[in-house]
């Protein structure tokens, strides 16, 4: 019913910039959230950012200042602009979609895309 689709992930040196997008798909009438998590190896999955349908924002406290993610409601796609990249944010990023209404009225719970490697390496 809903798929969520990264794109924009890859190898990226220290310092460098990536911009990952999402795109949510289905019969989809409205999201409430969007946002981006990520996993290294060894570690849990945590947050990096998410965004509201309202416009409001919270990021992990990691990438506070570096991350800026952005939304198009209409279009259902989230983006997320990566700056002066490090090696600790090396790891698979997955987007996620928070209390979807379907058109047919139903609700899903969440929602998780399949995940897009980043490497930020020298």
């Known amino acids: 019913q809903v798929q969520l689709v990264e794109s924009g992930g890859g190898l990226v040196q220290p310092g460098g910039s990536l911009r990952l997008s999402c795109a949510a798909s289905g019969t989809i009438f409205s999201i409430y959230r969007m946002g981006w998590y990520r996993q290294a190896p060894g570690n849990t999955r945590e947050l990096v950012a998410r965004?509201?349908?309202?416009?409001?924002?919270n990021y992990a406290d990691s990438v506070q200042g570096r991350f800026t993610i952005s939304r198009d409601n209409a279009e259902k796609t989230v983006s997320l602009q990566m700056n002066s990249l490090k090696p600790d944010d090396t790891a698979v990023y997955y987007c996620?979609?928070?209390?979807?209404?379907?058109?047919?009225?139903?609700?899903?719970?969440?929602?998780w895309g399949q995940g897009t490697q980043v490497t930020v390496s020298s």
């Open positions: 996620n979609a928070d209390q979807i209404t379907l058109r047919n009225g139903e609700h899903l719970l969440t929602a």
């Open positions: 965004i509201t349908s309202g416009g409001p924002t």
